[in-house]
């Protein structure tokens, strides 16, 4: 039968007793050498596996931290999930990845799954409809410490490390209007995530301190994939006037603005300066470079998984902490510069 091997299998098996045999898997002092070897030898012959979960639930640690994200085709969130691994991994703690699929309903599921699965701590990104966090209450009252990074509540109860993402929307439409625009075009996404909605604001203030008047006509809301911005693209080819500068809310949108409108005979920045988000590596590989801003996904999931360990082994007390802000900055290309300096 294809049944799990138990210590007491081995212990039948070399008639020494069950104690013996656990106290030699656990490289026990009391154990000689000689038996220690046999034990070892025999559990590998027989196909003995430790049962880990039982003896982390004895220890009340699984020595796994969760992580849910929005989705996994993100540059940001690929590079932010490889960080969290290499700092997990060099402390002993395994990472398990859960998808929201941008969903909230789904959100809610996995956040349960992590629950059940007891891991010792979550790192979070929001997916684009999460209304409540209410569904990450359960481990609070556990004692589960949770950090929210990137897309994270308003709420200032919670743990967040995010960029200023309304100081960098504004600068970088700016820096458009810098360049001559006075019709800028925003490509953005669902407004109740904080990302999106802060670099909206940012948007909004940087044409009101210009003097330009702001139009609802100009702002698109997509989920920025390539083809949902290719269609905005379109929309925009549509318009009576079209306008002189687009800032969209990340590189992908850009690239795939810029794409259409040269398909379109449009001369990228001449036509239309066009500025993105997040430093992906589509914005140096489309011709011309995107102006965008550089977002520090590495550090930012090295920090996160950093101050989830070090709550963890009792060194630092994330409950103290709310909001860490890590630094960025517009890094201006060719699609945006029509004023040379």
Do not use: W
């Not at 098996?13 to 000689?32: P, Y």
């Not at 699929?101 to 010792?120: C, L, P």
């Not at 820096?175 to 909605?197: D, F, P, S």
Request: some cysteine; glycine content about 4%.
């Amino acid at each position: 039968m294809n049944k799990d091997i138990t210590i007491y299998d081995i212990a039948k098996e070399l008639n020494i007793s069950a104690a013996t045999v656990s106290r030699a898997l656990k490289d026990h002092s009391g154990i000689n050498g000689n038996t220690r070897k046999r034990v070892v030898e025999k559990a590998r012959q027989m196909g003995y596996r430790s049962n880990f979960f039982a003896s982390n639930l004895r220890k009340r640690k699984t020595n796994t931290i969760g992580v849910i994200i929005p989705r996994l085709n993100s540059h940001f969130v690929s590079t932010a999930i490889a960080a969290m691994e290499k700092v997990a991994s060099a402390a002993g703690y395994n990472i398990i990845i859960s998808q929201s699929n941008e969903s909230g309903s789904k959100e809610i599921i996995n956040a349960q799954t992590m629950f059940d699965n007891r891991v010792d701590g979550l790192l979070v990104s929001l997916a684009y409809d999460t209304d409540t966090v209410n569904h990450f209450s359960k481990f609070a009252e556990k004692n589960i410490p949770v950090i929210f990074f990137d897309r994270v509540p308003e709420s200032t109860e919670q743990v967040s490390i995010v960029i200023d993402n309304y100081r960098n929307g504004y600068d970088i439409t700016k820096h458009l209007i810098e360049q001559g625009c006075k019709r800028i075009a925003h490509v953005t996404a669902n407004l109740k995530r904080n990302v999106y909605n802060e670099r909206f604001s940012g948007y909004k203030h940087a044409l009101m301190d210009a003097g330009i008047n702001f139009s609802d006509d100009l702002v698109f809301s997509c989920d920025l994939s390539e083809q949902a911005s290719t269609e905005v693209a379109a929309k925009i080819l549509s318009m009576k006037k079209l306008p002189d500068g687009l800032f969209a809310a990340n590189d992908m949108s850009a690239a795939c603005c810029i794409r259409v409108f040269k398909q379109n005979g449009l001369k990228i920045p001449k036509d239309i300066a066009i500025a993105g988000f997040n430093n992906d590596p589509v914005s140096r590989l489309i011709e011309p470079n995107i102006t965008t801003v550089n977002y520090p996904a590495f550090q930012m999931g090295e920090m996160a998984a950093t101050y989830m360990i070090n709550h963890l082994a009792g060194l630092t007390n994330i409950l103290i902490t709310n909001k860490i802000i890590l630094k960025s900055e517009v890094l201006i290309r060719e699609s945006s510069l029509r004023k040379k300096s």
